[in-house]
Structure formats: structure tokens, C-alpha cells
């Protein structure tokens, strides 16, 4: 496989922002629309400890390489959150502690449920599952890096923009190990095609979109992938999806952005 996850484990660090001036936003501070965007994105990436909770319960934690390549990718979606946080607190928005556990407990039964119900799902599927939760994760990473990519075009900020590009340039990493592994995986069965299209289809959303409000998904959304240029990127991601075997015309993100933003 072209992807090393040993050496990908050995190089895995914390994003350094600590030679980073955060009060220059006291002067130039960032536009409220830009700030909502970052609150949502701080708690989706501080949210990926309970998204791995709920992928430990499938036969992707039976092999290896796959569990070493989530623990550091935890491990640096865990400090994505810290730097958006240190960035909101900056503008005087709370975070910390007391906010991640508000997020956690709003979820509610249905996330209580949640690795119970992924568990059998995922069980009686079996090996192919972790096609799906490959491509599943080469799609949110796609995604996750348009996102951020527009944000940083849209605010024009340096400091967001330095702070940005060091965040994108892991999450490159990370759709390097997912697409590696949903591209071999899918490659060598057509039954894990079949269901990985069909999960996709039906029940896909926007990273974060089960965890955030829908007034909050639906902001991020018309944000980021709406206009000319916001429709371009997600043609972009959908575009890479379409490389994937057997997901070829999905039109997912597309499709999923244009419904929130009707509804
Ligand atoms: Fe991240
Ligand atoms: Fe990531």
C-alpha cells in the first residue's frame, strides 16, 4: 500500500501553534459568520474521541493497521480542537471543559444507543464494513479540508490562514490513509461496493451534521459550499469521491448541501 502507518505513527504530533500571536485578533478580530463556523468546527473535531468509541465496537478494531492509524488520528484531531478553541477564546467565546461535556450530553439517548446499534450493524456485515468506514472517513477528510480551505479564502485572514494551513495540512494526511485503504478495500469487493454505495447514499451528512444543530449545519453549510465558488468545491470533493471504485456518480456533497440548504 502506498501509505506507511508506521512511519505515519512515529510522525504524528500535536499542531504547533504556540509561535502563533493569537491577540492579533484583538485588533482584526474575524467576522461573526466565520467565528459560528469555527465554534461548530472546534466541536466536531473535539467530538472525535466518541466517533472513535463508536468505530471500536466494528470489526475495523480487529486489524491493526487501522487501529494504529485512528489512535494517532484521534490523537491530532483531539489538538484540532484545542487550536480552534484557543482561537474562539481569543474573541471572548467560552470553551473548555464545561462546553465539550454540554455538547457530549445533548446528544441524548440516541447517541447513548449509539455504538450498541453500530455494533450490530457493523458485526453482521462483517470485514466489508471496513470498506465502508474507510471511504466514510476518505469523504469527511475531503470534506473537513475543502471546508477549512474555503474558510480561509473566505476570511482572508493571515492568522487564520497560517493557523488553517498547518490543521489542512494534517487532515491531508489523514484522506491519504483513508482513501489508500478504501481504494484497495473496495477494489477487491464488489459486495463491499454495494454496501459501502448504499450507506453513503442513504444515510451520509456533513461532518458533524448528527452532533450540531441544524440552524448550526445549515449555517456552515450556506458559509462555506454555497455561491459559484462554494459549489465548485464541493463539485471538487464529489469530483474525488467519483475516483473511489463502485461510488462513481454519488454527487453526494452536492446533493446533501443543496437539500440542507431548501430545507
Ligand atoms: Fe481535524
Ligand atoms: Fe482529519
Not at 509561535?19 to 463556523?37: A, C, E, H, M, Q
Request: charge should be neutral; proline fraction near 4%; include cysteine.
Amino acid at each position: 500500500m502506498g501509505f506507511c502507518v508506521d512511519d505515519y505513527a512515529r510522525a504524528a504530533a500535536p499542531v504547533r501553534w504556540d509561535d502563533i500571536d493569537l491577540t492579533v485578533f484583538r485588533d482584526r478580530p474575524l467576522s461573526p459568520g466565520t467565528l459560528r463556523v469555527l465554534r461548530y468546527m472546534c466541536d466536531v473535531e473535539s467530538h472525535t474521541v466518541c466517533y472513535l468509541r463508536d468505530l471500536l465496537v466494528t470489526p475495523s478494531h480487529a486489524d491493526p493497521e487501522v487501529t494504529t492509524f485512528l489512535t494517532m488520528w484521534n490523537y491530532e484531531e483531539y489538538w484540532h480542537g484545542e487550536v480552534l478553541a484557543d482561537v474562539l477564546s481569543a474573541h471572548g467565546v467560552p470553551t473548555g471543559s464545561a462546553h465539550v461535556r454540554e455538547v457530549r450530553l445533548r446528544q441524548g439517548w440516541r447517541d447513548k444507543l449509539a455504538p450498541i446499534k453500530q455494533s450490530v450493524i457493523a458485526n453482521l456485515v462483517g470485514d466489508d464494513f471496513v470498506a465502508t468506514h474507510m471511504s466514510w472517513g476518505a469523504v469527511n477528510e475531503w470534506l473537513t479540508h475543502a471546508g477549512y480551505t474555503r474558510l480561509m479564502r473566505i476570511e482572508n485572514h493571515p492568522t487564520l490562514t497560517e493557523l488553517l494551513s498547518r490543521i489542512a495540512a494534517q487532515e491531508t494526511r489523514h484522506i491519504a490513509f483513508y482513501a489508500t485503504q478504501a481504494r484497495e478495500r473496495l477494489g477487491r469487493s464488489s459486495r463491499a461496493q454495494r454496501l459501502t454505495r448504499f450507506a453513503l447514499a442513504r444515510a451520509w451528512q456533513p461532518v458533524g451534521a448528527n452532533v450540531m444543530p441544524r440552524a448550526e449545519v445549515r449555517h456552515l453549510v450556506g458559509h462555506l459550499m454555497s455561491g459559484t465558488d462554494g459549489d465548485k468545491a464541493a463539485d471538487r470533493v464529489d469530483s474525488k469521491i467519483d475516483t473511489l471504485p463502485g461510488l462513481s456518480g454519488l454527487h453526494l456533497v452536492r446533493r446533501r448541501t443543496e437539500s440542507l440548504l431548501r430545507a
